[in-house]
């Protein structure tokens, strides 16, 4: 059934993701700071409004997509619960802190919404496409409000547990995304130090145990393995920005939790370096340059 959606946050990811909610057939009234973006809504057929309270007006669904914690706590506690109708339902899709995740939902619960966390896997294509995976933390009866909606900016939805289940399991992944992406570099860097031709490496290991999703799908070296972002110098994949962001969110919930990560905090080690020396916007498989020498 078609619902008013609120939808605050139009960057990178929820401008895709927005296009195809009103591509489904929602009416998506759209906030942001940022009047490109606000442009960019409009042109994909979403009503805009340079005021939160207004894109929240007789909301059925809030939607955000916004770049962390601190934001995504300010902006409900501010705004989203101030100005949306008394049983709107909302969707948190950012990517942010465990704690900061149960404390809105809390605060959405005392005030009689129902909230889930529910962070994407998948690049900006992805959101374009609609193709994301949806990891979503929240009671069945919210999951079950919240599937309709995301199965129409994503691929797969998956109930991950309680509340904040989402943002858990989505760091838990990057992680080990940030870790087998070090791994498979430091793979490649050697076999060509051993003299291997490194498509041949690459047609041994993508067929034996030490084959990885960083090695099939997101193949770090230029010509080999499927196209990449390393077959276009490192551009316009998943920034080592964002990567450097999930692993200090997985760093920060490790110590929380007491959790024994050796690789994942090499790893997060490794980003920091390697976005300090200015490659914050470089592919996170680029790593493998910092290797290959
Ligand atoms: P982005 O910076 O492109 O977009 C964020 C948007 O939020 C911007 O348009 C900004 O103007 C807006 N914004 C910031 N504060 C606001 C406020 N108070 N009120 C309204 N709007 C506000 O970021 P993105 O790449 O779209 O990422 C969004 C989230 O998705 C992040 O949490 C990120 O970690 C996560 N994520 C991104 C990717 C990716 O490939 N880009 C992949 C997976 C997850």
């Known amino acids: 059934m078609a619902k008013r959606i609120a939808f605050i946050g139009l960057g990178n990811m929820g401008s895709g993701m927005a296009a195809n909610l009103v591509a489904h057939g929602h009416k998506v009234e759209a906030f942001d700071l940022d009047t490109a973006a606000l442009g960019r809504a409009k042109l994909a057929g979403c009503g805009v409004h340079t ?121 838990c992944n990057n992680m080990l995304l940030g870790a087998t992406m070090v791994a498979t570099s430091e793979a490649f860097a050697m076999a060509e130090k051993l003299g291997l031709d490194l498509q041949a490496f690459y047609d041994i290991s993508s067929k034996s145990s030490g084959q990885s999703w960083s090695m099939t799908s997101y193949c770090p070296v230029p010509g080999v393995g499927p196209v990449t972002p390393a077959d276009n110098d490192y551009e316009g994949g998943f920034t080592s920005a964002l990567m450097l962001k999930d692993l200090r969110l997985a760093m920060a919930a490790a110590a929380e939790s007491g959790a024994n990560v050796p690789m994942g905090h090499r790893a997060a080690e490794l980003y920091e370096a390697f976005v300090s020396a200015g490659n914050a916007g470089k592919d996170f498989s680029a790593i493998i340059k910092t290797l290959r020498k």
């Open 51 to 171: 005021s939160i309270n207004a894109a929240l007006d007789s909301a059925d669904v809030v939607v955000t997509m916004l770049p962390d914690g601190k934001i995504v706590r300010s902006v409900y506690q501010n705004d989203v619960l101030k100005w949306a109708p008394r049983d709107a339902l909302f969707i948190d899709c950012s990517t942010i802190d465990v704690a900061s995740a149960h404390a809105v939902i809390a605060m959405a619960g005392t005030h009689g919404h129902p909230m889930v966390d529910a962070p994407v896997s998948g690049g900006i294509t992805a959101a374009k496409n609609g193709t994301l995976t949806f990891m979503v933390g929240g009671s069945d009866a919210a999951f079950a409000a919240a599937q309709p909606i995301l199965s129409a900016m994503g691929a797969a939805v998956v109930h991950a547990g309680g509340d904040g289940a989402g943002q858990a399991a989505k760091i």
